[in-house]
């Protein structure tokens, strides 16, 4: 993987194809994925949702990413999945089951990742697009932004395995009024549902959500990534969740960066942390 003098990757490197209105961007220690049909609302094709858990399993192991930001070209965030492949893709159950292994294997890779992701939204986060942004450990919105998960106006059933993100990103109660009514709530509903850290004005989302990277590449990975297994394993409280968070939670102790941070306290100085 080739590397720039600062030691931080080459994204132009990353050789699998990407399918068109998918692509993403390097700064600093963020990678941003971009949803880049803005003539189509930034609508996910197929072959974007197939494209995703191998682009994120690259940027998951790949150090010069601390924290990854999902973001819509242009006006919007995204329309969610291409309602026009519909009738090719997913036109009875057979189709259905295969389009939405895809899907749910798109929302689990963000879910897992195991450094940060924010979705950055602006204008409209519709269906899968919400259950993105829901995947993410952060939401912040513009005052512009509207979100509607419209199953039941199309007569489909949103996978089962992405509702728990709804669920918790929001709560049982909101996450059956969006199902149910197909209605479209603005950024101040979704902020007080819990589904929203912060609303910006428009102009500002980008500094803000840059900030809050700034803020998390700044600080010891190992440790971002346990307390993130750590927080899952509070709310799954499943076996495997807290075994993998003890496992990290150990593995901070015996860490060059915790040695460093160590270091940077008692020297009164910024420390420099490695993810080693």
């Not at 329309?79 to 929302?107: C, L």
């Not at 709804?166 to 109660?173: C, D, F, G, L, R």
Request: include cysteine.
């Amino acid at each position: 993987m080739a590397r720039n003098i600062e030691g931080m990757i080459d994204l132009s490197e990353y050789h699998p194809a990407l399918p068109e209105g998918l692509h993403f961007t390097h700064s600093g220690y963020t990678a941003t994925i971009f949803f880049d049909r803005p003539a189509r609302k930034n609508a996910i094709t197929a072959s974007m949702w197939a494209a995703l858990p191998q682009l994120l399993a690259f940027l998951d192991q790949e150090p010069g990413v601390r924290v990854v930001v999902f973001q819509g070209q242009g006006s919007d965030f995204s329309a969610g999945a291409d309602i026009s492949e519909f009738e090719t893709v997913r036109k009875d159950a057979d189709t259905a089951r295969t389009y939405e292994a895809q899907n749910v294997e798109a929302f689990a890779a963000v879910r897992t990742f195991s450094k940060p992701t924010i979705a950055a939204i602006q204008g409209i986060c519709f269906g899968g697009a919400f259950g993105i942004a829901a995947a993410c450990d952060l939401r912040l919105a513009s005052d512009n932004a509207s979100f509607c998960v419209p199953a039941a106006k199309l007569g489909l059933a949103y996978p089962r395995q992405a509702m728990s993100d709804i669920v918790e990103a929001t709560s049982p109660q909101m996450a059956r009024y969006l199902t149910f009514t197909g209605a479209v709530i603005d950024a101040e509903a979704a902020f007080k549902a819990g589904f929203l850290l912060e609303i910006t004005r428009g102009e500002l989302l980008a500094e803000r959500v840059s900030a809050i990277c700034e803020q998390m590449s700044g600080n010891a990975p190992l440790s971002i990534m346990a307390s993130k297994r750590a927080i899952r394993a509070a709310i799954t409280l499943e076996s495997t969740d807290i075994d993998q968070a003890n496992r990290l939670g150990d593995h901070t102790f015996e860490s060059a960066d915790y040695a460093e941070g160590r270091a940077a306290f008692r020297e009164k100085r910024k420390p420099n942390f490695n993810g080693t």
